[in-house]
């Protein structure tokens, strides 16, 4: 069985942990917790040939860019990077945190979750600012991992990706 | 100020307050001033409680950092109320402390639980093994009991886990884990790992390569060893040898050069890998005390082997051989005689010193007999002579050159010989020193005298002289006989003297039947005397001549009643030969 080794990537409160719970456990919860350091779970997704193992860093999420941990991603088959949609200045951040990983582990396939999109009212992400995501660096996605929106799709995509697979 | 004023100088306040003021103070200012003071002090004195409330939390701190002062003065206090709360509702203390003691119990139970249930399943799976005999054996031989020996020889360490894991993704490559353990999270606990040793190598800056290398969770130490590609790790119970994580380094070493390519282009199948399995489970061990001795290689426990057996050889030769020696010389002990007094065993040459009797046994012939090499063995005997009763005899045996005929045997300090021998012989027996030997006893002894006494005791002996019916006086036929017994008598005498023997003459009257008894016996005895006077006269000595009248009582056998009256009516002789020292006797 092949496993690869997938990256949480955002700042604090967008919704990392909570993707990879909804993903890995069908749960959600509304309490916050910070993490600290970093978590690693795992989840084996099939694919039409094989099964992956996903190994999946979740990266603490910080104030700031510039304090993201590079030595975390050393190693990593794909990142995803998580904004929170109700926080425009979050999805600003993605492309600075997108800058810093691909200086240190270099060009990987990348999915941009923008998250929370169950929170209608407070969206602030509109379709412009989605198409600065160039498909051909990222899987762009607006995900909900309290409705499980997008979740699935945006780890089966990525865990395609890295065995080199595009699913249809 | 104006809500103190009674409510109808309200209006003149108003309209003239300074004049109103002024009056004031004209009338009662002493006492309003006494009176503000009172209430100043008054107010102060309420505000102080409150104030203390407000304060107490910083003046308690601030206390608290400048000296000790506080807590020992609060500590009566707050043991005394801790006291009086348990007293009297124990309950809300103990559900107070539960969350911290409870845990902590449980803690400490289980911890010591884990430590019993290992020890208990190594005792079971080595309940069959020498080892467990072993420990049987021990119990049995110290009285402790079987549970306690393998508690003793508990666990030293235990090799649960080993990880073989990717360098950069910190992807479980390969892991090996005894199968009784849930290993389920393997390749979690490997990315975990990798994610705590990037975070302490980010956290302590400048040490790129090792990093972590031993942290402890828990019972447990991880030992981590780092390679270029791969890392190897290791979960340990117990307390790890110093050597393991070399030992690790080379199975590290092997793994990368033997799986140099599949490291390489490592990109997340780790199918090539399980072959790397056998080499990792060559680091799983199991050591408890009484294993380290297992770990010594097969070449040295030979070499131990063979050394011991050398041993016991040697110990089994130096017991014999001294049980040997001692034999020896316990059978020369008993030998009568020797008296070892000092023996001193060497490797090469020994030493026997004591005490040995001239006469008795030959030393050599009896070590040589007990398997004892006696020229190996220098002797030290002073000389002595033993009063034990068989050195006595044959001390006297060999002094005495004791003839065949004669036997000698020891009652107290007499020796006692008996049987015959030369009559020479028993006068010298009689005469000699022997050590051990008051005196000798011959009287049991026969002596055998030589030819020319026997022969002239013949001649004297077979002589009679005869006389005349009724009359003691000495025929003169008579004369030719008696001078021949006086000179073989005195030939004899002079022999037997040389012998240390002296010899005596026993002259015997007779008479015939007739005739009254009375009158007979007289001219026996007369007849007798008048042979006696006649030798006398030849020079016998009368000391050495007895004479002896018997009458008709011992009559001499004739040929018919004539021949026997003439043959009694005579005199006979008998020669007795005594040893010089005796008064009497020698007669048969």
Known sequence: MIQKKICMVGVFGTGKTSLVRQFVHSKFSEKYHSTVGVKIDRKPVQLSGTTVNLLLWDLEGRDGTQEIQTSYLRGASGIIYVADGTRIRTFDQVFELRAIADKAVGIVPSVCAVNKVDLIDAWQVGDERMAELDPTEWHALKTSAKAGTGVEEAFHWLAGAVIGERPE | MSDHLPPGTTENVKSSPRAFDTLRDLLVG????????????????????????????????LRAARDEKLARSLSPTIEGAIQESVRRRPEKIASAIYPIIGPAIRKSIADTMAGIVTAINQAIEHSLSPQGIRWRIESWRTGMSYAQIVIRHALVYRVEQVLLVHAETGILLAHAAPPDLDTTDADLVSSMMSAIRDFVRDSFKGREQGGLRTFRVDEFTILVEQGPRALLAAKVRGQPPDDLLERMQVTLETVHFEFGDPLKQFDGDAAAFAATVPLLEERLETVVATDRREGTPRGPRVAWGLAGFAVLLLAAWFAWS??????????????????????????????????????????????????????????????????????????????LAAPAGIALALAGDTLVA?????????????????????????????????????????????????????????????????????????????????????????????????????????????????????????????EAMETVGVGSSRPILGDDPADAARLNRSVSFEVGLALATMTRGGFE
């Open chain 2, 30 to 61: 002493p006492e309003r001033r006494d009176l503000e003071d009172l209430r100043r002090r008054l107010e102060a004195a309420g505000l102080t409680t409150e104030q203390i409330a407000e304060h107490l939390p910083e003046a308690i701190a």
């Open chain 2, 322 to 399: 001294t049980w040997r020696w001692r034999t020896a010389v316990n059978a020369l002990a008993q030998e009568p005689g020797i008296v070892v007094l000092d023996t001193d065993r060497g490797l090469r040459r020994s030493r026997i010193a004591g005490l040995r009797d001239p006469a008795s046994a030959d030393v050599r012939e009896v070590l040589a007999q007990a398997g004892i090499d006696p020229r190996r063995v220098e002797f030290d005997w002073e000389p002595f002579v033993s009063l034990d009763p068989p050195m006595v005899v044959a001390r006297a045996t060999a002094r």
């Open chain 2, 418 to 542: 008996t049987g015959s021998g030369p009559a020479a012989w028993v006068t010298r027996a009689m005469a000699a020193a022997i050590p051990g030997v008051t005196v000798v006893d011959v009287r049991g002894v026969t002596p055998l005298f030589p030819e020319t006494i026997v022969r002239l005791r013949r001649q004297i002996e077979d002589r009679q002289i005869q006389f005349a019916i009724g009359t003691p006086a000495l025929p003169p036929e008579a004369d030719s006989p008696v001078s021949a017994i006086a000179t073989a008598f005195a030939r004899l005498e002079a022999e037997a003297a040389r012998l240390g023997y002296r010899a005596a003459l026993r002259i015997v009257g007779r008479t015939d039947s007739n005739g009254a008894t009375e009158t007979n016996q007289q001219l026996s005895r007369d007849r007798a005397a008048a042979v006696g006077r006649a030798l006398a006269a030849r020079g016998v000595a009368t």
